[in-house]
């Protein structure tokens, strides 16, 4: 079973910031957060990952609290084609335990 | 640098036939996984493929099986097709660093009539 918790929809203004949350409280001190999103019927696409501290890259920020438990992956200004399901997933980093359990993810819904 | 491809994109078979899946990893790339997604759900583990090596498995019956090639290149096989094995099948390679993060091709539709 995932070890994450999400929302399974939102909904966010096109150009506004789209805030996703994710509660991984069993999560292990050896275990990244890792976030992808899926357009429909295409293959998942890597978005980020994180430790313990926040990360930024080109397309999101993760925010990742204190004590590990939880996160949000954050789009700065939305778009039409940021609307997809997005997977929050906790996983060790490497080896054969490092495949990836997705849960049924937060379908965000971007509007004009 | 290419990403990971697959073929073919879609396919059609029926009840009791066999399958061969091909996935090309991204260059560099040393692991290969496989994920089975219904419509409607998450993808689903299958296998794991590191050195040519079966490295980890989901719980899927021995009828699906595997390969790794030298280039890493991957094939996954479907013996004795069953209606429910119609889905996506995902296969992602894997960044050989301390973190081994996944990149994932577009997939195989696989009906099974």
């Known amino acids: 079973d995932a070890k994450t918790t999400q929302p399974p929809s939102m909904d966010c203004a096109e150009g506004r910031a789209a805030n996703l949350p994710c509660n991984h409280s069993?999560?292990?001190?050896?275990?990244?957060v890792y976030w992808y999103r899926q357009i429909h019927s295409q293959g998942p696409q890597y978005i980020i990952h994180?430790?313990?501290n926040n990360e930024t890259n080109e397309m999101a920020s993760l925010i990742i609290t204190e004590d590990r438990k939880s996160s949000t992956l954050i789009l700065p200004h939305a778009t039409l084609r940021d609307t997809a399901v997005y997977y929050c997933?906790?996983?060790?980093?490497?080896?054969?335990?490092?495949?990836?359990?997705f849960g049924k993810g937060t379908k965000l819904s971007v509007k004009p | 640098e290419t990403g990971v491809t697959q073929s073919p994109t879609h396919l059609i078979k029926t009840r009791g036939q066999q399958v061969t899946l091909r996935c090309s990893s991204q260059?560099?790339?040393?692991?290969v996984s496989w994920y089975q997604q219904a419509l409607g759900q998450g993808p689903q583990f299958i296998f794991q493929?590191?050195?040519?090596?079966?490295?980890g498995r989901g719980n899927f019956p021995p009828r699906f099986s595997g390969l790794q090639f030298p280039n890493y290149s991957s094939e996954l096989n479907v013996n004795a097709l069953e209606l429910d094995d119609s889905a996506l099948y995902l296969c992602?390679?894997?960044?050989?660093?301390?973190?081994?993060?996944?990149?994932f091709g577009p997939g195989t539709r696989l009906l099974v009539l």
């Open positions: 069993t999560i292990s001190g050896n275990e990244y």
């Open positions: 260059s560099g790339h040393n692991t």
């Open positions: 994180g430790l313990k």
């Open positions: 992602a390679s894997s960044v050989p660093d301390s973190q081994e993060t996944q990149y």
């Open positions: 997933i906790v996983r060790v980093a490497r080896g054969s335990q490092g495949n990836l359990i």
């Open positions: 493929y590191y050195r040519e090596e079966e490295n």
